[in-house]
């Protein structure tokens, strides 16, 4: 019996937003799906920062539902 071993890689990833200068609250959203297995590697990673559109109304709630959509997605 051969063994055959599938090599994972890893990423090391930092997930960072910034106020900015004009707005007194980050709208931004970050958010990251990685794969648990080796099998799960083929299709990669991603890493989503979504702009949450200061001064917009509930712009922080948007940017966080469109990071969290898609990654479900």
């Known amino acids: ?5 599938t090599k994972f890689d890893t990423v090391t990833a ?4 910034d106020t900015g200068q ?5 709208e ?5 799906w990685e794969p648990a297995t080796p099998a799960e590697g083929e299709f990669g ?3 989503i920062v979504a702009d949450g559109v200061g001064g917009a109304e509930a712009g922080d ?4 539902h469109a990071t969290e959509r898609t990654i479900e997605y």
């Open 14 to 17: 930092s997930l960072r937003t």
């Open 28 to 32: 931004d959203y970050v958010g990251s």
């Open 1 to 5: 019996m051969v063994a055959t071993m």
């Open 45 to 47: 990673w991603l890493y």
């Open 61 to 64: 709630i948007a940017s966080q």
């Open 22 to 26: 004009v707005r007194d609250h980050n």
